[in-house]
């Protein structure tokens, strides 16, 4: 990997102690990747752009004033015709995620060598190039939301103004509209890919970039998505996601062998029969449900979980998901992760409910830390002595969403409004089957009463793989979903 100069820019002193006026700190460095014996010369632009806000006092114009500081990462490839070559923004979720999952872990030049389940990089781990990277079909640029990395709220400023649904979108859309400006990008076609929460901001991009700035869109990458709150939340009164987590159940139970001599596509499609028919009816049945049916569902759900009809019996044949990752092996003394149920982890105490911790986001939190700590600034020559935030937990316990008061939280309609005003806008649907935050059932069932016309159905794809919420941890999967995105890129760039 090599690093021909970096540049960059400092902050303007003030003689009278005012706060120092923030400028962009951006660094640049010059690399090279080989291919399969094919250079890949390209350009690394890092560091944290200032957004300016426009402030009126009493109706009266007070100036732009800075607002924040955001950091970003962008790659392009050098030499490349701009109004052909393809830009892609992408961010991870939470919300309260810094964009390091997608960066280093799936979409960049460099990689982080971390392991997989049953097989952990020890510390202090390792980063190579990236042989998959989709630099060699889109330029790209990752995004850190206020908070998060090393994006801030400028001095005097409230960073929870930036903890919300509609004022995050406001801001990543307006870092969206200046990279794309000072790039001379607005005739490049144009992707967004977003992870978690990332592909509810997405979703909800797509509709605020054309309706704000009049930026349309060639595609929509939505990696473990999560579109409808509804379906994840497990709160009195709201049986759907009992049904839309059961197959992701099920995909947990078989990996871990506790369905003998069936292979997990017969486990999924019985899985998936069941959540669609008799189980959701006889969950809305409540306690008039008759008690032969009762004990015929507690039967079937105990074959697909693997839990005993005794556990699902005193549940009321509602499994909630956190209990079931600390149920599901207890007789083992382990408990699974949440985020990748092939993930399994030790607990001091085996009596409690759910796991105090989730294993699968310990296996990916040291890797991904030093990684990102060294590459920002040995390879990339970019420095800050503030910490960069993985995941900023302020942000996340009060994300506001103030905007959904009464009614569930959705971005549902936003993607299709976006479709239907834009029909060459492509979505691309990445799912993990053992995932157990954004189940992949609960998509399906998203996707499947999107307000669509016949005619655009077709511009949704989606992919699935045999791993968890950050499906590219598995190599195998990372290679395969790497192919599929690129194709997707292809496809709908419209070149």
């Known amino acids: 990997m090599a690093k021909d100069e970096s540049t960059g820019s400092g902050t303007e002193a003030t003689e009278d102690k005012k706060p120092a006026t923030p400028v962009d700190d951006l660094v640049t460095s010059q690399h090279t990747l080989t291919i399969d014996g094919r250079e890949l010369p390209y350009t690394a632009t890092t560091g944290r752009i200032v957004l300016k806000q426009e402030v009126l006092t009493d109706g009266k114009f007070d100036g732009y004033q800075a607002k924040a500081e955001v950091f970003l990462t962008a790659y392009t490839l050098d030499g490349a015709d701009a109004a052909e070559r393809p830009v892609t923004f992408a961010f991870n979720g939470g919300p309260g995620s810094s964009s390091i999952w997608l960066h280093l872990g799936l979409l960049g030049p460099r990689r982080v060598v971390s392991g997989d389940a049953g097989e952990l990089a020890p510390p202090p781990y390792g980063l190579v190039d990236n042989a998959e990277t989709l630099l060699q079909h889109s330029d790209l640029v990752f995004i850190d939301p206020v908070s998060t990395g090393y994006s801030r709220a400028v001095e005097g400023e409230k960073p929870g103004d930036y903890h919300g649904f509609t004022r995050d979108l406001e801001s990543v859309g307006e870092v969206i509209r200046l990279w794309t400006s000072r790039n001379g990008r607005w005739m490049s076609p144009k992707f967004l890919a977003g992870e978690s929460y990332g592909t509810t901001r997405a979703a909800g991009l797509a509709s605020h ?193 103030k905007e959904f008061e009464g009614q569930q939280i959705t971005v549902a309609e936003k993607l299709a409004e976006a479709m239907r005003v834009n029909p060459h806008l492509k979505v691309h649907v990445a799912c993990g089957h053992y995932d157990g935050a954004t189940p992949y059932f609960a998509t399906e069932h998203t996707l499947g009463r999107l307000q669509l016309p016949a005619e655009l159905l077709d511009n949704i794809e989606t992919k699935y793989y045999p791993a968890g919420h950050m499906m590219y941890v598995h190599d195998p999967s990372r290679i395969q979903q790497s192919e599929d995105i690129a194709t997707f890129i292809r496809d709908a760039s419209n070149r």
């Open 209 to 401: 970039l054309q309706e704000r700035y009049g930026m349309y869109l060639n595609g929509v990458m939505l990696i473990s998505a999560v579109l409808e709150f509804g379906t994840l939340d497990f709160s009195p009164g709201n049986d759907l996601p009992y049904t839309l987590y059961l197959p992701t159940y099920a995909a947990i139970a078989h990996y871990h062998g506790l369905m003998p001599d069936r292979t997990l596509e017969e486990v999924l499609a019985d899985a998936e029969r069941f959540a669609a028919g008799r189980y959701p009816n006889a969950l809305a049945q409540g306690n008039r449900i008759p008690e032969d049916f009762r004990a015929e569902v507690v039967g079937r759900i105990a074959a697909l979980t693997g839990l005993t009809e005794d556990y699902i019996d005193r549940v009321n044949l509602r499994i909630e998901h956190m209990r079931f990752f600390g149920e599901v092996l207890r007789s083992r003394r382990q408990t699974v992760g949440r985020l990748d149920g092939r993930f399994t982890g030790w607990e001091a105490d085996y009596a409690g409910e759910t796991p105090a911790k989730d294993p699968s986001f310990s296996a990916i939190i040291g890797p991904y830390t030093a990684a990102l700590n060294h590459y920002v600034r040995v390879e990339l020559g970019y420095q800050n002595d503030l910490p960069y935030e993985i995941l900023s937990m302020d942000a996340a316990k009060n994300w506001s969403y």
